[in-house]
């Protein structure tokens, strides 16, 4: 019997920042100031992330890309790494992302590629928290209330147990 299942999330959208609480306006302001700073000579397309920890720390970081391209790191990766490694008593509890072209800021929130949705995914199951996910883009900014939503059917160490015979 074959049977249908929906796999679905919501997520809260607003026209402008103004319309954010203060704290989340901040991360994605921070994101999106990080993203001037990103390396991308090849696409062109600079990315932001903020990551924003228990204690309220900001942790910021960029795309770097490599000529070499699978050498390249995203903006969302980079954040997290720099949380991990520098503050690994302090769990990253949201993390805004914002993207930049030759024109400025992207008009549409970008999403998190699929590395870094599996990433997120890990810190959430690491550390036993949910990450905030805020998407800004100039016409609207997105925020879904876990990274796990936009990775429902995720890899995980729970994957990896083997059952006994």
């Known amino acids: 019997m074959i049977k249908t299942s929906i796999i679905s999330f919501t997520c809260n959208e607003y026209d402008n920042a103004e319309e954010m609480n203060p704290a989340d306006k901040e991360l994605l302001l921070s994101a999106q100031e990080t993203a001037t700073n990103a390396y ?44 991990s490694s520098n503050h690994p008593e302090d769990k990253p509890v949201a993390i805004a992302i914002a993207a930049m072209t030759e024109s400025g800021l992207t008009d549409e929130p970008v999403s ?17 928290n949910n990450i905030r996910i805020i998407l800004g883009g100039k016409k609207k900014i997105q925020i879904i209330e ?16 083997i059952t006994p015979r």
């Open 40 to 83: 991308a000579p090849y696409s062109h397309f600079r990315v932001g992330a903020a990551v924003r920890l228990a204690g309220g720390k900001i942790i910021n970081g960029t795309n770097v890309e490599n000529a070499a391209f699978s050498s390249g790191i995203c903006a969302e990766r980079n954040a997290l790494a720099n949380a």
């Open 112 to 128: 998190p590629c699929g590395n870094c949705r599996q990433v997120i995914a890990e810190e959430e199951f690491r550390n036993g």
């Open 146 to 161: 876990k990274g796990g939503d936009l990775l429902p059917l995720q890899f995980n160490r729970n994957s990896m147990k």
